[in-house]
């Protein structure tokens, strides 16, 4: 996988493991936290999640000029794994105000902006070496797979965690309960019988007699063990941050590389103009959209047009058309993560509202962590031995790997009940466990189609998972056509009957995930390909900026979340990513001429 590449690559995806860690942490229990925490509506909470995402991405931006102001790529990097640990420290922390919650997102989010677009602007650095440049695409699949290993394993983390306190304090899991119980102590909830019969089932010491006291203890139970799902994070964090500083040696060094050549080109100079035009630019559309998109996400989008202001103007004329093909990129990225990213979100609350609770003893073993990991080795195991071309020992390992796994399996399988509860936090792990599969498939898929020479673009692989990206909202439209609104259930659990199977989000994400795949690490490799050397950095930066602006915009799920109907809602997504593929196809000249 790694031959002909340089080692520094392995060095990078292991050091992003914990961001990766942490990433998920978030995309798993965020939301839900905040509601079970603090008693928010899906609007706030959608609000704070959408903030928190937007500054991780956009404080890139400033990561960025400090890193090729200063050159000091790895340096910046090493401050921001600390910064982050930092932050998650304090999230650990039980019984914080939501003022102190938000801090501790901030501190995340800073430290993330130091640390994510430069330490993918230094493996795009590898890659600027003639002697690796043709493996620039599959490097950053391979980075975009390895990362993601770490993501598999945090929402199997944070649910053990919060159910491993739940039942430390006499409560099994019901991801129904924190809202009925917000609701109990508020005085709104004026029908008891669906609370009372939860907190019967899941309080282990037998029925309840005081649902007051039970609404206490069950909400500081389930939050808490959130608290200490955000400290194992943390303990990621450590790992990650161990692993960068022994072997970052192996990483380039863009410091030492301009003291050696007097040739290099100079980094970002604050020239005065560039930066007027950019304020400008930032206060009229901050103005203009605040009575559309609020005064809030009106400065997100400020920010962003003060972003291609500046750029744009500091740009010299050899440096405009790839800049400008950029832009026009992150224009379009913008609305592939509104949509993408409502899987923390909007997706998550589907998961938690209209998704079964309990599962049958097959699908249960797509639950836990350890049949999960049986399932994982039988299919490495069947591909390892069905191969190709490989050595006997090889086939031996797999066949062995494949058999054993499928003991286990069964083992879990026949050990199973006949109704297994499942948590919503789970579905998280779906997609970086996809992504980790897919990416050998999909790398195999462009090999064979260039081996032809008729391999797409890079801008048409973009182009292409925007496509996807729809279809995978289609079918979680499919399955919400029949299911009444959250506006209808007015705070009460849906019917069991109506709920609907596992595997409609399951598929969903398996077509998000090879979306994902044609548009997330293509457009790294894009902009470490167009970005001119003095803006690598930045422009990463500003890639990590145009998501931020899609993550500030996830608030439009939740703020549709109990407005509209469903199938309504997952429309919108549709639109705005076939919108975006049909823009991408018309200009697709231009950006394929950017990359030669």
């Not at 997706?347 to 079964?356: E, K, N």
């Not at 009444?484 to 409609?504: D, K």
Request: a positive charge; charged letters at 10%; hydrophobic letters at 55%.
């Amino acid at each position: 996988m790694l031959k002909n590449h340089p080692k520094g690559l392995l060095v990078a995806f292991f050091a992003n493991m914990g961001e990766r860690f942490g990433f998920y942490t978030m995309m798993a229990i965020l939301v839900l936290f905040l509601q079970a925490k603090y008693g928010l509506s899906a609007e706030k909470a959608g609000d704070i999640y959408s903030w928190f995402y937007f500054s991780i991405y956009a404080l890139a931006l400033f990561g960025g000029i400090l890193a090729d102001s200063t050159r000091k790529y790895k340096t910046v990097i090493l401050f921001g794994i600390i910064i982050m640990f930092a932050g998650y420290m304090l999230m650990s922390i039980p019984g914080m105000s939501l003022t102190f919650t938000v801090i501790g997102l901030f501190t995340i989010a800073f430290g993330n902006g130091l640390f994510k677009g430069n330490l993918q602007a230094v493996v795009g650095q590898m890659y600027d070496n003639p002697q690796y440049s043709k493996l620039r695409d599959t490097a950053f699949m391979i980075f975009y797979m390895g990362i993601n290993v770490g993501a598999f394993f945090a929402p199997y983390a944070a649910n053990a965690m919060r159910s491993w306190w739940l039942k430390t304090n006499g409560f099994a899991h019901d991801a129904s309960l924190p809202a009925l119980c917000h609701q109990f102590k508020n005085g709104v909830l004026t029908d008891t019988t669906t609370l009372q019969q939860l907190a019967d089932k899941v309080n282990l010491a037998g029925p309840v007699t005081d649902l007051g006291a039970f609404a206490d203890n069950y909400l500081n139970a389930f939050s808490r063990g959130y608290n200490y799902a955000f400290g194992i994070a943390a303990v990621a964090m450590v790992i990650s941050m161990l692993v960068y500083i022994i072997f970052n040696r192996l990483l380039p060094n863009k410091e030492k590389q301009m003291k050696e050549t007097e040739t290099a080109p100079a980094g970002i100079k604050f020239e005065f103009m560039p930066l007027i035009y950019a304020l400008v630019a930032m206060g009229i559309f901050a103005v203009g959209l605040k009575f559309v998109v609020g005064i809030a996400s009106g400065l997100a989008f400020g920010l962003f047009a003060g972003f291609i202001t500046w750029i744009l103007t500091s740009s010299r004329k050899d440096e405009y058309a790839r800049v400008s093909s950029l832009i026009l990129v992150f224009i379009v990225v913008v609305f592939f993560w509104m949509s993408f990213h409502q899987n923390g979100l909007t997706l998550t609350l589907f998961a938690r509202d209209y998704t079964a609770k309990q599962v049958g003893p097959f699908t249960n073993l797509f639950f836990t962590l350890p049949s999960m990991l049986a399932v994982i080795g039988s299919v490495a195991g069947l591909v390892i031995l069905i191969r190709k071309n490989i050595k006997a020992y090889a086939r031996i390992i797999g066949g062995s790997l494949l058999a054993v796994s499928l003991v286990f399996a069964y083992m879990f399988f026949v050990r199973a009940k006949q109704l297994n509860s499942i948590a919503p936090e789970v579905f998280q792990s779906f997609n970086p466990v996809f992504i980790v599969a897919l990416t050998f498939p999909v790398m195999g898929v462009f090999a064979w189609l260039n081996k032809k020479n008729i391999e797409p673009s890079t801008p048409k692989k973009i182009g292409i998972g925007m496509i996807i990206a729809a279809v995978g909202f289609i079918v979680v439209l499919l399955a919400s056509v029949k299911l009444p609104s959250p506006s209808s259930l007015a705070g009460v659990p849906v019917a069991e009957s109506f709920r609907v199977t596992p595997y409609w989000l399951i598929s969903s994400y398996l077509i998000l995930t090879i979306a994902e795949l044609f548009l997330s690490p293509m457009g790294l490799s894009f902009v470490s390909k167009v970005a001119p050397s003095r803006f690598q950095g930045l422009m990463q930066g500003g890639w990590l900026l145009a998501t931020a602006v899609g993550n500030k915009l996830l608030f439009v799920g939740t703020k549709l979340w109990d407005k509209v109907e469903l199938w309504q809602l997952w429309s919108v997504f549709i639109v705005c990513c076939l919108l975006s593929a049909a823009f991408i196809f018309s200009i697709m000249k231009r950006l394929e001429n950017a990359t030669k």
